[in-house]
């Protein structure tokens, strides 16, 4: 049986697509920079959340969209922290934290954080010894101008393992619209099965992404809904594990009936 285990928590893989939802404390992300830079605002949000069927709470306190502007570790913490401390201990589903600082990797998991989401493919080496001494889950992004996905794929899994990391516990994204075009976008929904490495768990995250904007209205959330839907259920088709979504209800419906289908 394949698992993806993140703290004490662990999901079968295959079983049901695991749904991510996502939670920006961040002034300038793309889609809803500001909406939950209130702390008080982004605890409802996470129960939210929750509530509303998600597997798996991702918190980022450091916008990642194209052009962002880099904060400090210390910054991205004090963002981080007042939402944690509130959250850690009282959501029934595993907390991941959305950061490529190995001080915040290693401050959120002592708090509690359950997996950490790292979307500089682990550059540091300082981030794997951080999840080396703990029990947390890592998703590891291909992005910027790094070889092939593949390859990259299959070099980070030797890496990882050299720090006693068993692969069980790796999380896999091929980081959509990271340093890539629309075409290469759609070349990586389309190819997913052969990305995918038996035993390990694969994610996407290309809710209302640039690539789902080229063909649906782009200024308006809502209106990037149905392609981020369409997206979806095509990576899921191509075995993705988890996909990583702002819109929870439409996600957890769409999923069901999908994996309906393809269990049938």
């Known amino acids: 049986m394949n698992v993806f285990k993140a703290g004490n928590y662990c999901f079968e893989l295959g079983n049901k697509t695991l749904i991510m939802g996502i939670l920006n404390v961040t002034p300038d992300s793309f889609s809803d920079g500001g909406a939950y830079i209130n702390p008080d605002k982004a605890v409802k949000r996470a129960f939210e959340i929750q509530n509303l069927g998600a ?3 991702d918190i980022g306190g450091q916008s990642t969209r194209p052009g962002f502007q880099m ?5 991205e913490w ?3 922290f007042p939402i944690l401390k509130e959250i850690t201990g009282r959501l029934d589903i595993p ?3 959305d950061t490529f600082y190995p001080s915040v990797a290693k401050k959120a998991i002592d708090l509690g954080a359950d997996i950490i989401n790292d979307v500089s493919g682990c550059k540091s080496s300082d981030m794997l010894k951080v999840i080396s001494k703990s029990k947390a889950g890592l998703v590891i992004t291909h992005s ?3 070889k092939d996905i593949r390859s990259f794929f299959e070099e980070k899994l030797a890496e990882v393992m050299k720090f006693g990391i068993s692969k069980d516990r790796i999380c896999l994204d091929p980081g959509i619209g990271f340093s890539k075009d629309r075409q290469q976008d759609r070349w990586i929904i389309k190819n997913l099965k052969s990305l995918k490495i038996k035993g390990v768990a694969l994610l996407i995250g290309l809710s209302r992404k640039r690539l789902v904007a080229q063909y ?3 200024g308006n959330n809502y209106s990037r809904l ?3 839907v369409a997206a979806n259920t095509l990576a899921i088709q191509q075995g993705v594990n988890i996909i990583r979504v702002h819109d929870i209800r439409e996600a957890v419906f769409a999923t069901r009936l999908t994996d309906a ?3 049938s």
């Open 261 to 263: 289908i393809l269990s």
């Open 95 to 97: 907390i991941s934290v």
């Open 216 to 218: 649906c209205e782009n």
């Open 55 to 57: 597997d798996i709470l």
């Open 78 to 80: 004090d963002r981080l």
């Open 71 to 75: 904060i400090s570790e210390l910054e």
């Open 144 to 146: 910027e101008n790094q």
């Open 226 to 228: 149905p392609g981020t």
